[in-house]
């Protein structure tokens, strides 16, 4: 069964970069169906996708966080990460991974999710 | 891109129906079949309940269903049980390789 488990940091200091790391686990992410993505959910508003990456690289990024969204990946250790830079207490929200199945354009499934906090 | 619009709650009792809407536009809900449908309860991973609009992983029970007119989206749960009660978000393909998402209901079974 697959999983996908989110970690790092869960405060970041106002003007600095918000590092995450998903790891899959029960499959692998080298797979060319599939990508890999980040989505955040800010307190009382929408969900909000951030960006996807395939086992080779591609990315796709939400056009309003496009300048300061990188997502990489590392198969070799099953991984894939995000950086968002320049963090305000906007960017304070939980922050999930999931698989990102591009043929049926759906999210599953989804890592427990790991809540960032932006504070000084 | 505009947010899909979800009313914060809804509620039926057991064996109850209910209709949940997600409401977009024609360049996202309306413009492709490809809207989800998630279940999230409290401190766990949002659980895919449908896909394209209309299908069902395995796994989910057929009380769980989805259905689409123009710009808004459906979720029907059928024989409401008690551990139906969880927030619901809808997410539709948005065109230009993005995705949006809905703000959320919050399903309470009475």
């Known amino acids: 069964q697959l999983q996908l488990q989110e970690s790092g940091p869960g405060l970041v200091k106002p003007s600095e970069t918000l590092s995450l790391t998903c790891t899959v686990s029960?499959?692998?992410?080298?797979?060319?169906?599939?990508?890999w993505g980040w989505i955040r959910q800010p307190p009382g508003k929408e969900m909000e996708w951030i960006g996807s990456?395939?086992?080779?690289?591609?990315?796709y990024y939400n056009p309003s966080l496009k300048s300061r969204v990188t997502i990489s990946v590392e198969t070799s250790k099953n991984q894939f990460s995000l950086k968002l830079s320049s963090v305000t207490a906007a960017d304070t929200t939980v922050y999930y991974c999931?698989?990102?199945?591009?043929?049926?354009?759906?999210?599953?499934?989804w890592g427990q999710g790991t809540l960032v906090t932006v504070s000084s | 891109q505009s947010a899909l619009t979800q009313p914060p709650s809804a509620s039926g009792s057991p064996g109850q129906s209910v209709t949940i809407s997600c409401t977009g536009t024609?360049?996202?809900?309306?413009?492709?079949?490809?809207v989800s449908w998630f279940q999230q309860h409290p401190g766990k991973a949002p659980k895919l309940m449908i896909y394209?609009?209309?299908k069902r992983p395995s796994g989910v029970p057929d009380r769980f269903s989805g259905s689409k007119s123009g710009n808004t989206a459906s979720l029907t749960v059928s024989g409401l049980q008690a551990e139906d009660e969880a927030e619901y978000y809808c997410?539709?393909?948005?065109?230009?390789?993005?995705?949006?998402f809905g703000g959320g209901t919050k399903l309470t079974v009475l």
């Open positions: 997410s539709s393909y948005a065109g230009s390789n993005n995705w949006v």
């Open positions: 029960g499959g692998s992410i080298s797979s060319s169906t599939y990508y």
């Open positions: 990456i395939s086992y080779s690289g591609s990315t």
């Open positions: 024609s360049s996202d809900v309306g413009g492709y079949n490809y």
């Open positions: 394209v609009v209309t």
């Open positions: 999931a698989r990102h199945d591009r043929w049926q354009q759906t999210f599953d499934p």
